[in-house]
């Protein structure tokens, strides 16, 4: 809004984007009933909201975009796909509880208990790897029964990785950036072919997408359904997890070695896609090398992501 200051245009646009959902809720018979009480989220493409029916939390999202109704309808079938894969275990996953696919709505639960990376902060080191070997029963039990065999691909991540927009980065942050490059390009002819287990996974397992409650974890903000490298989602999983905690000098795949041991440890992932995770995790650090430049506020992220770079560099030359 012109001329406000930043901070208080970005609260009127929170203020009225809840006002915008509250007046097409009212327009709709399954989701008329609820309230909105807050605007958690607002980027292009996606706003995500808390909301109350009858008093009980719920969580809101509204997509905008062509693709919108297609999106919620593959959201909403994922949500229910865990639901039945989950049922028989002691993981759990926020279910879905109404959609309105043509206006780019889904509305689902409110995850019990508290996030595992703030549950993560109040545990000496020891009951933090019991969680995050939770964490990586969790996505073995929700990705078992869906494990599809395959080759891997090698090349399309290394031009995935050469897609990578650069142009921001420091001096440093280049010379990082073109020697994970060059050295992905070198390790890709020997992974070319390999066998690697595809798998449909959660779209953004990380801990801050986890909830612990009653000792038990809860997931939410699945998205659709995506069939990737199970080695992929590890690897997201792992180094998102390294990007908040300090590096000690035990490392693995440039990351702190005991918590990749502890979540490896629980058989997540085959021994024989333990090379392709040490490619993957190269990928995926190339990838948020930008992404952390574009956070002068988080400069410890910054520095431990290029951290785990060096010493992914160093393990794997």
Not at 25 to 30: F, K, Y
């Amino acid at each position: 809004m012109q001329g406000l200051e930043p901070g208080f245009a970005r609260i009127e646009a929170l203020a009225r984007a809840a006002r915008d959902l509250a007046a097409i809720l009212a327009t709709l018979p399954d989701l008329a009933d609820l309230t909105v009480t807050e605007t958690l989220r607002l980027a292009p493409g996606r706003a995500v909201f808390r909301a109350e029916r009858a008093g009980v939390p719920v969580i809101v999202k509204q997509l905008s975009g062509p693709q919108r109704a297609a999106q919620v309808q593959a959201m909403a079938e994922e949500l229910r796909n865990a639901r039945a894969i989950l049922a028989p275990t002691p993981h759990h996953v926020a279910g879905v509880i109404a959609t309105a696919p043509a206006q780019g709505i889904i509305c689902t639960e409110q995850a019990p208990g508290r996030r595992l990376d703030q549950v993560l902060t109040d545990l000496p080191r020891d009951e933090q790897l019991a969680l995050l070997a939770r964490a990586a029963d969790w996505l073995a039990a929700f990705s078992a029964p869906r494990l599809k065999p395959g080759t891997f691909g090698a090349w399309y991540w290394v031009k995935q990785a050469a897609a990578v927009e650069l142009a921001g980065l420091d001096p440093e942050g280049r010379a990082l950036a073109g020697a994970l490059q060059a050295l992905l390009r070198r390790m890709a002819p020997d992974l070319t072919g390999r066998p690697v287990l595809r798998a449909a996974t959660h779209g953004d397992f990380v801990d801050s997408n986890l909830n612990w409650h009653a000792g038990g974890l809860w997931a939410f903000d699945l998205g659709g359904a995506q069939w990737l490298p199970l080695a992929q989602t590890v690897a997201h999983f792992l180094l998102w997890r390294s990007m908040a905690e300090p590096f000690p000098a035990a490392r693995r795949y440039g990351l702190p070695a005991d918590l990749v041991t502890a979540f490896l440890g629980r058989g997540v992932l085959p021994v024989d896609q333990l090379p392709i995770l040490r490619f993957l995790l190269g990928v995926a650090m190339l990838r948020r090398l930008p992404q952390t430049g574009r956070r002068p506020d988080r400069p410890d992220r910054a520095a431990r992501l290029r951290a785990a770079i060096r010493g992914w560099l160093d393990a794997s030359a």
